[in-house]
Protein backbone atom coordinates (compact mmCIF):
# COMPACT_ATOMS: atom_id res chain seq x y z
CA UNK A 1 0.00 0.00 0.00
CA UNK A 2 1.02 3.14 -0.88
CA UNK A 3 1.94 5.74 2.24
CA UNK A 4 -0.76 7.83 1.25
CA UNK A 5 -3.15 5.14 1.54
CA UNK A 6 -1.82 4.18 5.02
CA UNK A 7 -1.92 7.76 6.35
CA UNK A 8 -5.59 9.11 6.54
CA UNK A 9 -4.76 12.94 5.75
CA UNK A 10 -6.26 15.69 4.95
CA UNK A 11 -3.81 17.83 3.75
CA UNK A 12 -3.67 16.49 0.09
CA UNK A 13 -0.64 14.21 0.19
CA UNK A 14 -1.26 12.24 -2.62
CA UNK A 15 -0.53 15.30 -4.55
CA UNK A 16 2.33 16.58 -3.14
CA UNK A 17 4.93 13.99 -4.50
CA UNK A 18 8.12 16.03 -2.93
CA UNK A 19 6.34 15.57 0.79
CA UNK A 20 5.06 12.07 -0.13
CA UNK A 21 9.04 11.03 -0.90
CA UNK A 22 10.37 12.51 2.69
CA UNK A 23 7.83 10.69 4.59
CA UNK A 24 8.23 7.63 3.55
CA UNK A 25 12.03 7.70 3.90
CA UNK A 26 11.27 9.21 7.38
CA UNK A 27 8.02 6.26 8.00
CA UNK A 28 10.16 3.13 8.34
CA UNK A 29 12.55 4.67 11.09
CA UNK A 30 9.34 5.82 12.82
CA UNK A 31 7.97 1.95 12.70
CA UNK A 32 11.38 0.98 14.12
CA UNK A 33 11.07 3.42 16.82
CA UNK A 34 7.59 2.33 17.63
CA UNK A 35 8.64 -0.98 17.99
CA UNK A 36 12.07 -0.30 19.84
CA UNK A 37 11.20 2.13 22.25
CA UNK A 38 6.74 1.83 22.05
CA UNK A 39 5.07 -0.22 24.72
CA UNK A 40 6.90 -3.49 25.71
CA UNK A 41 5.07 -6.51 24.64
CA UNK A 42 1.91 -5.69 23.06
CA UNK A 43 2.70 -5.10 19.54
CA UNK A 44 1.25 -7.95 18.74
CA UNK A 45 -2.18 -7.63 20.89
CA UNK A 46 -5.24 -6.27 19.34
CA UNK A 47 -6.34 -3.35 21.36
CA UNK A 48 -9.63 -1.59 21.05
CA UNK A 49 -8.44 2.19 20.14
CA UNK A 50 -9.80 4.88 17.95
CA UNK A 51 -8.08 6.48 14.96
CA UNK A 52 -8.65 9.64 13.82
CA UNK A 53 -10.03 9.42 10.38
CA UNK A 54 -11.48 13.46 9.79
CA UNK A 55 -11.92 17.08 11.47
CA UNK A 56 -15.46 16.26 11.53
CA UNK A 57 -16.45 17.18 14.44
CA UNK A 58 -19.39 14.85 14.47
CA UNK A 59 -17.51 11.69 13.53
CA UNK A 60 -13.92 12.38 13.71
CA UNK A 61 -12.79 8.80 14.96
CA UNK A 62 -13.19 5.68 14.32
CA UNK A 63 -13.12 2.38 16.90
CA UNK A 64 -11.91 -0.95 16.54
CA UNK A 65 -9.31 -3.67 17.29
CA UNK A 66 -6.00 -2.50 15.77
CA UNK A 67 -2.57 -3.86 16.43
CA UNK A 68 -0.70 -0.81 17.84
CA UNK A 69 2.22 -0.88 14.96
CA UNK A 70 -0.32 -1.12 12.35
CA UNK A 71 -2.45 2.02 13.65
CA UNK A 72 -3.19 4.68 11.06
CA UNK A 73 -1.45 7.84 11.89
CA UNK A 74 -3.14 10.40 10.50
CA UNK A 75 -2.23 14.06 9.62
CA UNK A 76 -4.86 16.13 10.27
CA UNK A 77 -5.09 20.04 9.83
CA UNK A 78 -8.60 21.92 11.22
CA UNK A 79 -10.41 23.34 9.18
CA UNK A 80 -9.14 27.03 7.92
CA UNK A 81 -10.42 29.57 8.78
CA UNK A 82 -11.17 32.16 5.94
CA UNK A 83 -9.77 35.76 6.42
CA UNK A 84 -7.64 34.56 9.46
CA UNK A 85 -5.35 37.28 10.83
CA UNK A 86 -2.89 37.33 13.07
CA UNK A 87 -5.01 37.85 16.55
CA UNK A 88 -2.05 39.37 18.70
CA UNK A 89 1.34 40.95 19.00
CA UNK A 90 3.08 43.21 16.60
CA UNK A 91 1.80 41.89 13.14
CA UNK A 92 -2.13 42.05 14.87
CA UNK A 93 -4.54 42.24 11.97
CA UNK A 94 -2.21 40.98 9.52
CA UNK A 95 -3.37 38.29 7.33
CA UNK A 96 -2.02 34.97 9.03
CA UNK A 97 1.06 33.18 7.30
CA UNK A 98 0.17 30.11 4.93
CA UNK A 99 4.47 29.62 4.74
CA UNK A 100 7.07 30.03 7.04
CA UNK A 101 7.71 33.42 7.41
CA UNK A 102 11.77 33.92 6.23
CA UNK A 103 12.69 36.27 9.54
CA UNK A 104 10.82 33.67 12.14
CA UNK A 105 12.37 30.71 10.71
CA UNK A 106 14.27 29.99 13.41
CA UNK A 107 11.78 31.02 16.49
CA UNK A 108 9.06 28.72 14.19
CA UNK A 109 11.49 25.37 13.97
CA UNK A 110 12.45 25.94 17.74
CA UNK A 111 8.78 26.06 18.74
CA UNK A 112 7.50 22.94 16.96
CA UNK A 113 10.61 21.07 17.84
CA UNK A 114 10.12 21.34 21.33
CA UNK A 115 6.52 20.34 21.43
CA UNK A 116 7.70 17.71 18.79
CA UNK A 117 9.78 16.32 21.03
CA UNK A 118 7.28 15.72 24.46
CA UNK A 119 4.93 13.43 22.12
CA UNK A 120 7.60 10.11 21.55
CA UNK A 121 9.02 11.19 24.75
CA UNK A 122 6.19 9.98 26.63
CA UNK A 123 5.71 6.79 25.17
CA UNK A 124 9.21 6.34 25.79
CA UNK A 125 8.85 6.90 29.28
CA UNK A 126 5.42 4.89 29.94
CA UNK A 127 6.89 1.76 27.46
CA UNK A 128 6.88 -0.48 30.42
CA UNK A 129 3.72 0.08 32.37
CA UNK A 130 1.38 -2.23 30.52
CA UNK A 131 2.82 -4.84 32.21
CA UNK A 132 1.37 -3.65 35.42
CA UNK A 133 -1.81 -2.31 33.85
CA UNK A 134 -4.70 -2.80 36.97
CA UNK A 135 -7.32 -3.72 34.29
CA UNK A 136 -8.02 -4.22 30.80
CA UNK A 137 -9.99 -0.80 30.32
CA UNK A 138 -6.91 0.94 31.95
CA UNK A 139 -4.69 -0.76 29.41
CA UNK A 140 -6.26 0.22 26.82
CA UNK A 141 -6.16 3.76 27.67
CA UNK A 142 -2.81 3.92 27.97
CA UNK A 143 -2.27 2.63 24.71
CA UNK A 144 -4.84 5.21 23.27
CA UNK A 145 -3.20 7.80 24.74
CA UNK A 146 0.65 6.64 23.44
CA UNK A 147 -0.58 5.92 19.97
CA UNK A 148 -2.22 9.58 19.91
CA UNK A 149 1.13 10.80 21.20
CA UNK A 150 2.62 8.65 18.03
CA UNK A 151 0.02 10.72 15.56
CA UNK A 152 0.91 13.90 17.26
CA UNK A 153 4.44 13.35 16.50
CA UNK A 154 3.45 12.78 12.69
CA UNK A 155 1.67 15.56 12.90
CA UNK A 156 4.76 17.83 14.17
CA UNK A 157 6.75 16.02 11.36
CA UNK A 158 4.53 16.63 8.77
CA UNK A 159 4.95 20.55 9.51
CA UNK A 160 9.01 20.12 9.65
CA UNK A 161 8.92 18.33 6.43
CA UNK A 162 6.22 20.34 4.34
CA UNK A 163 7.58 24.00 5.79
CA UNK A 164 11.31 23.27 6.91
CA UNK A 165 12.85 21.71 4.25
CA UNK A 166 16.32 20.16 5.07
CA UNK A 167 16.78 21.83 8.40
CA UNK A 168 12.93 19.80 8.79
CA UNK A 169 14.58 16.69 7.45
CA UNK A 170 17.25 16.35 10.38
CA UNK A 171 14.83 18.04 13.07
CA UNK A 172 12.64 14.93 12.05
CA UNK A 173 15.20 11.73 12.11
CA UNK A 174 16.53 14.05 15.11
CA UNK A 175 13.14 13.06 16.95
CA UNK A 176 13.52 9.68 17.27
CA UNK A 177 17.24 9.83 17.51
CA UNK A 178 16.99 11.13 21.25
CA UNK A 179 15.05 8.83 24.10
CA UNK A 180 13.99 9.58 27.42
CA UNK A 181 16.77 9.41 29.89
CA UNK A 182 19.42 8.83 27.46
CA UNK A 183 22.57 9.99 29.34
CA UNK A 184 23.84 11.26 25.76
CA UNK A 185 21.15 12.35 23.86
CA UNK A 186 17.91 12.53 26.12
CA UNK A 187 14.92 14.48 25.47
CA UNK A 188 14.42 18.28 25.50
CA UNK A 189 12.95 18.94 28.34
CA UNK A 190 13.56 17.78 32.27
CA UNK A 191 10.29 16.21 33.00
CA UNK A 192 10.21 14.04 30.11
CA UNK A 193 13.02 11.83 30.85
CA UNK A 194 12.56 9.95 33.96
CA UNK A 195 10.70 6.61 33.35
CA UNK A 196 7.29 6.38 34.44
CA UNK A 197 7.10 3.05 35.95
CA UNK A 198 4.36 3.07 38.47
CA UNK A 199 0.31 3.88 37.34
CA UNK A 200 -0.30 6.72 40.21
CA UNK A 201 2.84 8.10 38.61
CA UNK A 202 0.97 7.51 35.01
CA UNK A 203 -2.22 9.14 35.98
CA UNK A 204 -0.84 12.16 37.36
CA UNK A 205 1.51 12.81 34.67
CA UNK A 206 -1.61 12.63 32.24
CA UNK A 207 -3.37 14.76 34.97
CA UNK A 208 -0.35 17.60 34.98
CA UNK A 209 2.36 16.97 32.61
CA UNK A 210 -0.06 16.23 29.67
CA UNK A 211 -2.19 19.62 30.83
CA UNK A 212 0.72 21.27 30.28
CA UNK A 213 0.79 20.03 26.67
CA UNK A 214 -2.78 20.77 26.61
CA UNK A 215 -1.75 24.82 27.44
CA UNK A 216 1.29 24.62 25.42
CA UNK A 217 -1.40 23.50 22.68
CA UNK A 218 -3.68 26.35 23.12
CA UNK A 219 -1.34 29.08 22.99
CA UNK A 220 -0.11 27.36 19.64
CA UNK A 221 -3.46 26.99 18.28
CA UNK A 222 -3.40 30.95 18.37
CA UNK A 223 0.03 31.15 15.99
CA UNK A 224 -0.01 33.57 13.16
CA UNK A 225 1.58 30.34 11.25
CA UNK A 226 -1.66 29.42 10.10
CA UNK A 227 -0.27 25.39 9.43
CA UNK A 228 0.50 25.02 13.07
CA UNK A 229 -2.28 26.44 14.61
CA UNK A 230 -4.46 24.20 12.55
CA UNK A 231 -2.29 21.49 13.46
CA UNK A 232 -2.42 22.06 17.03
CA UNK A 233 -6.47 22.96 17.13
CA UNK A 234 -7.05 19.30 15.89
CA UNK A 235 -4.48 17.92 18.60
CA UNK A 236 -6.51 18.90 21.28
CA UNK A 237 -9.80 16.90 20.36
CA UNK A 238 -7.47 14.07 21.57
CA UNK A 239 -5.75 15.83 23.99
CA UNK A 240 -8.97 15.97 25.86
CA UNK A 241 -9.17 12.53 26.20
CA UNK A 242 -5.65 11.96 27.94
CA UNK A 243 -6.93 14.74 30.49
CA UNK A 244 -9.78 12.13 30.98
CA UNK A 245 -7.37 9.28 32.00
CA UNK A 246 -5.55 11.26 33.98
CA UNK A 247 -8.45 12.95 35.93
CA UNK A 248 -10.41 9.81 36.05
CA UNK A 249 -7.83 7.48 37.01
CA UNK A 250 -6.59 9.82 39.63
CA UNK A 251 -10.40 10.42 40.85
CA UNK A 252 -11.09 6.56 41.19
CA UNK A 253 -7.84 6.24 43.04
CA UNK A 254 -9.13 8.59 45.74
CA UNK A 255 -12.61 7.00 45.58
CA UNK A 256 -10.84 3.34 46.18
CA UNK A 257 -8.87 5.15 48.92
CA UNK A 258 -11.73 6.43 50.42
CA UNK A 259 -13.16 3.13 50.77
CA UNK A 260 -10.39 1.68 52.02
CA UNK A 261 -9.59 4.24 55.01
CA UNK A 262 -13.09 3.86 56.20
CA UNK A 263 -12.61 0.24 56.01
CA UNK A 264 -9.69 -0.25 58.05
CA UNK A 265 -9.87 -0.61 61.32
CA UNK A 266 -7.12 1.98 62.56
CA UNK A 267 -8.34 4.32 59.27
CA UNK A 268 -5.10 3.72 57.27
CA UNK A 269 -6.30 2.79 53.53
CA UNK A 270 -2.53 0.39 53.16
CA UNK A 271 -3.80 -1.92 55.29
CA UNK A 272 -6.44 -2.68 52.96
CA UNK A 273 -4.00 -2.47 50.67
CA UNK A 274 -4.94 0.74 48.87
CA UNK A 275 -3.10 4.13 48.46
CA UNK A 276 -3.25 6.56 51.44
CA UNK A 277 -4.67 10.28 50.38
CA UNK A 278 -1.38 11.33 52.46
CA UNK A 279 1.25 9.58 49.48
CA UNK A 280 -1.95 10.62 46.76
CA UNK A 281 -0.91 14.29 48.23
CA UNK A 282 3.40 14.29 48.07
CA UNK A 283 2.88 12.72 44.05
CA UNK A 284 0.36 15.75 43.60
CA UNK A 285 3.17 17.99 45.12
CA UNK A 286 5.87 16.13 42.66
CA UNK A 287 4.21 15.96 39.54
CA UNK A 288 2.24 19.54 40.08
CA UNK A 289 5.65 21.42 40.68
CA UNK A 290 7.99 19.27 37.90
CA UNK A 291 4.80 20.14 35.23
CA UNK A 292 4.96 23.94 36.65
CA UNK A 293 8.91 24.01 35.39
CA UNK A 294 7.51 23.21 31.71
CA UNK A 295 5.73 26.53 30.96
CA UNK A 296 9.57 28.21 31.41
CA UNK A 297 10.77 30.98 33.54
CA UNK A 298 8.43 33.42 35.21
CA UNK A 299 10.44 36.25 33.26
CA UNK A 300 11.57 35.30 29.68
CA UNK A 301 11.97 37.32 26.75
CA UNK A 302 11.82 34.75 24.79
CA UNK A 303 7.84 34.46 25.69
CA UNK A 304 8.06 37.87 24.77
CA UNK A 305 9.27 37.17 21.67
CA UNK A 306 6.94 34.70 20.63
CA UNK A 307 4.15 36.77 21.57
CA UNK A 308 5.65 40.00 19.36
CA UNK A 309 6.10 38.28 16.45
CA UNK A 310 2.49 36.64 16.78
CA UNK A 311 3.76 32.96 16.98
CA UNK A 312 2.26 32.00 20.18
CA UNK A 313 0.07 33.55 22.14
CA UNK A 314 -2.16 32.95 25.08
CA UNK A 315 -4.67 30.43 25.66
CA UNK A 316 -7.78 31.81 24.08
CA UNK A 317 -6.06 34.89 23.49
CA UNK A 318 -9.87 36.01 21.95
CA UNK A 319 -10.86 36.48 25.75
CA UNK A 320 -8.06 39.00 26.96
CA UNK A 321 -8.97 43.06 25.69
CA UNK A 322 -5.58 44.01 24.97
CA UNK A 323 -3.99 41.91 22.29
CA UNK A 324 -0.57 43.82 21.94
CA UNK A 325 0.29 43.89 25.56
CA UNK A 326 2.42 46.45 25.49
CA UNK A 327 0.54 48.23 28.44
CA UNK A 328 -0.34 46.26 31.34
CA UNK A 329 2.15 44.59 33.52
CA UNK A 330 1.98 41.40 36.07
CA UNK A 331 2.83 41.96 39.57
CA UNK A 332 4.94 38.66 40.56
CA UNK A 333 6.78 37.36 43.66
CA UNK A 334 10.59 37.64 43.47
CA UNK A 335 12.97 36.84 46.13
CA UNK A 336 15.17 38.77 47.31
CA UNK A 337 17.50 37.89 50.05
CA UNK A 338 15.61 35.23 51.47
CA UNK A 339 12.52 36.67 51.47
CA UNK A 340 9.87 37.36 49.01
CA UNK A 341 9.39 41.06 47.15
CA UNK A 342 7.28 41.99 44.63
CA UNK A 343 8.13 43.01 41.30
CA UNK A 344 5.94 44.55 38.36
CA UNK A 345 7.13 42.58 34.92
CA UNK A 346 6.02 43.96 31.37
CA UNK A 347 3.22 41.93 30.49
CA UNK A 348 4.74 40.34 27.01
CA UNK A 349 7.85 39.09 29.52
CA UNK A 350 5.17 37.69 31.79
CA UNK A 351 3.45 35.65 29.22
CA UNK A 352 4.69 31.97 30.68
CA UNK A 353 3.43 33.15 33.77
CA UNK A 354 -0.02 34.19 32.40
CA UNK A 355 -0.56 30.67 30.89
CA UNK A 356 0.56 28.90 34.00
CA UNK A 357 -1.82 31.00 35.29
CA UNK A 358 -5.02 29.44 33.02
CA UNK A 359 -3.22 25.87 34.03
CA UNK A 360 -3.30 26.51 37.73
CA UNK A 361 -6.87 27.41 37.04
CA UNK A 362 -7.90 24.22 35.26
CA UNK A 363 -6.07 21.64 37.85
CA UNK A 364 -7.99 23.15 40.62
CA UNK A 365 -11.10 22.32 38.76
CA UNK A 366 -10.17 18.80 38.90
CA UNK A 367 -8.75 19.05 42.64
CA UNK A 368 -12.39 20.33 43.23
CA UNK A 369 -13.79 16.99 41.54
CA UNK A 370 -11.81 14.83 43.85
CA UNK A 371 -12.54 16.55 46.58
CA UNK A 372 -15.96 15.99 46.27
CA UNK A 373 -15.55 12.41 46.30
CA UNK A 374 -13.22 12.88 49.61
CA UNK A 375 -16.44 14.95 51.27
CA UNK A 376 -19.20 12.28 50.14
CA UNK A 377 -17.29 9.81 51.75
CA UNK A 378 -17.45 11.70 55.00
CA UNK A 379 -13.56 12.46 55.18
CA UNK A 380 -11.98 15.71 56.65
CA UNK A 381 -8.87 15.58 54.54
CA UNK A 382 -8.84 17.66 51.74
CA UNK A 383 -6.16 17.72 48.39
CA UNK A 384 -4.56 20.47 47.52
CA UNK A 385 -2.09 22.28 45.05
CA UNK A 386 0.96 23.30 46.55
CA UNK A 387 2.03 26.84 46.27
CA UNK A 388 3.59 27.47 42.51
CA UNK A 389 6.80 28.18 44.23
CA UNK A 390 7.18 24.82 46.00
CA UNK A 391 9.91 22.43 44.64
CA UNK A 392 11.13 24.39 41.32
CA UNK A 393 13.93 23.84 39.08
CA UNK A 394 13.30 26.30 36.50
CA UNK A 395 12.51 30.16 36.83
CA UNK A 396 13.10 32.62 39.59
CA UNK A 397 12.21 29.79 42.34
CA UNK A 398 14.48 27.59 41.05
CA UNK A 399 17.46 26.70 43.17
CA UNK A 400 15.65 28.06 46.69
CA UNK A 401 13.55 26.05 48.70
CA UNK A 402 9.43 26.86 49.83
CA UNK A 403 6.90 25.06 51.87
CA UNK A 404 3.95 23.59 50.46
CA UNK A 405 2.16 27.22 51.20
CA UNK A 406 5.00 29.01 49.11
CA UNK A 407 6.75 30.47 52.25
CA UNK A 408 10.72 30.93 51.76
CA UNK A 409 12.99 28.27 54.02
CA UNK A 410 16.51 27.45 54.66
CA UNK A 411 17.78 24.07 52.67
CA UNK A 412 18.08 22.34 56.14
CA UNK A 413 14.59 22.61 56.68
CA UNK A 414 13.29 21.34 53.64
CA UNK A 415 15.67 18.78 53.51
CA UNK A 416 14.68 17.67 56.79
CA UNK A 417 10.87 18.14 56.04
CA UNK A 418 11.10 16.54 52.44
CA UNK A 419 9.28 12.83 52.94
CA UNK A 420 6.56 15.34 54.04
CA UNK A 421 5.92 16.67 51.04
CA UNK A 422 7.39 14.60 48.56
CA UNK A 423 7.36 10.76 47.87
CA UNK A 424 9.77 9.18 49.97
CA UNK A 425 11.97 5.93 48.97
CA UNK A 426 9.21 3.94 51.26
CA UNK A 427 6.80 5.48 49.27
CA UNK A 428 7.80 4.73 46.03
CA UNK A 429 8.35 1.52 46.90
CA UNK A 430 4.94 0.70 48.48
CA UNK A 431 3.03 2.45 45.13
CA UNK A 432 5.39 -0.24 43.09
CA UNK A 433 4.55 -3.04 45.38
CA UNK A 434 0.94 -2.83 44.32
CA UNK A 435 1.65 -2.91 40.90
CA UNK A 436 -0.01 -6.10 39.37
CA UNK A 437 -1.63 -6.79 36.28
CA UNK A 438 -5.46 -7.40 36.00
CA UNK A 439 -6.48 -9.19 32.99
CA UNK A 440 -9.68 -10.20 33.49
CA UNK A 441 -12.35 -7.79 31.41
CA UNK A 442 -14.08 -5.98 33.82
CA UNK A 443 -11.78 -6.70 36.67
CA UNK A 444 -9.91 -4.41 38.66
CA UNK A 445 -7.30 -4.38 40.73
CA UNK A 446 -7.91 -3.37 44.35
CA UNK A 447 -6.57 -0.21 44.74
CA UNK A 448 -7.97 1.58 42.31
CA UNK A 449 -11.95 1.98 41.37
CA UNK A 450 -14.14 0.89 38.49
CA UNK A 451 -14.80 3.85 36.12
CA UNK A 452 -18.84 4.66 35.46
CA UNK A 453 -18.14 3.40 32.28
CA UNK A 454 -16.85 1.83 29.46
CA UNK A 455 -15.24 3.11 26.27
CA UNK A 456 -17.26 3.56 22.69
CA UNK A 457 -20.34 3.03 24.63
CA UNK A 458 -19.47 -1.22 25.47
CA UNK A 459 -19.26 -2.31 29.12
CA UNK A 460 -16.93 -2.17 31.63
CA UNK A 461 -16.33 -5.71 31.01
CA UNK A 462 -15.44 -5.95 27.83
CA UNK A 463 -12.35 -6.80 26.27
CA UNK A 464 -10.56 -4.15 25.34
CA UNK A 465 -7.52 -5.71 24.79
CA UNK A 466 -6.94 -9.31 23.06
CA UNK A 467 -3.80 -10.20 24.10
CA UNK A 468 -2.15 -12.01 21.28
FE1 LIG B 1 0.41 14.92 22.41
FE1 LIG C 1 -1.34 14.02 25.32
Redesign the pocket.
Known amino acids: MQLHETIPNNVELAGDRKLLRALEQWQPSFLEWWRQMGPESFQSADVYLRTAVSVDSSGWAHFDYVKMPEYRWGIFLATPEAERAVGFGDRMGQPVWAEVPGEYRNLLRRLIVTQADTEPA?VEQQRRLGQTAPSLYDLRNLFQ?NV??GR?LWAMVYLLHRYFGRDGREEAEALLARHSGDPDRPRILGAFNAPIDDWLSFYMFAMFT?RD?KYQLLALAESGFDPLARTTRFMLT??AH?MFVGETGIRRIVQRSCELTRQAPDGDARRLGGIDLPTLQKYINFWYSVSLDLFGGEISSNAAEYFACGLKGRAGERKYDDHLALQGSYRMAVPEDGRLGEQDVPLRNAMNEVLRDAYIEDNQRGLDMWNKTIAEHGIDLRLCLPSRRFNRRIGLYAGLHFTTQGEPIPQEEFDGRRDEWLPSETDRAYVRSLMRPVREPGVMANWIAAPTKGIDGKPLAYDYVRLA
Open positions: SVEEHDGEEH
